[in-house]
Nanobody, 124 residues
Framework: DVQLQASGGGLVQPGGSLRLSCAAS????????MGWFRQAPGKRREFVAT????????YYADSVNGRFTISRDNVKNTLYLQMNSLNAEDTAVYYC?????????????????WGRGTQVTVSS
């Protein structure tokens, strides 16, 4: 079975940083693009970042571009999201997800497996 376990969330002050991890198992990790999405209270889930199968082509939502960095380790089967300069608008549950194919995609419908999510709260 495909399993995606996100971790690393928590409470951080505005301007702070967090690094999320997503441990993947049950499939050939290096064959799939991977992505991060988030859902804030009362809002729809939204795309945050994606990276291609090889890890050399990231793509970001405008709202996080320049502040967040997505990366992956195909040996450790792990996806990462380094989040810097966090603000209150970044507060959400963050989900890692597996894309159907190897190329970067931002549409939620192109992802077929989802982890349980990790809470990120930005507050003073």
């Amino acid at each position: 079975d495909v399993q995606l376990q996100a971790s690393g969330g928590g409470l951080v002050q505005p301007g702070g940083s967090l690094r999320l991890s997503c441990a993947a198992s049950g499939f050939t990790f290096s064959s799939h693009a991977m992505g991060w999405f988030r859902q804030a209270p009362g809002k729809r889930r939204e795309f945050v970042a994606t990276i291609n199968w090889r890890g050399d082509h990231p793509y970001y939502a405008d709202s996080v571009n320049g502040r967040f960095t997505i990366s992956r380790d195909n040996v450790k089967n792990t996806l990462y999201l380094q989040m810097n300069s966090l603000n209150a608008e970044d507060t959400a549950v963050y989900y890692c997800s597996r894309a159907r194919f190897g190329a970067v995609v931002s549409a939620e419908g192109e992802y077929d497996s989802w982890g349980r999510g990790t809470q990120v709260t930005v507050s003073s």
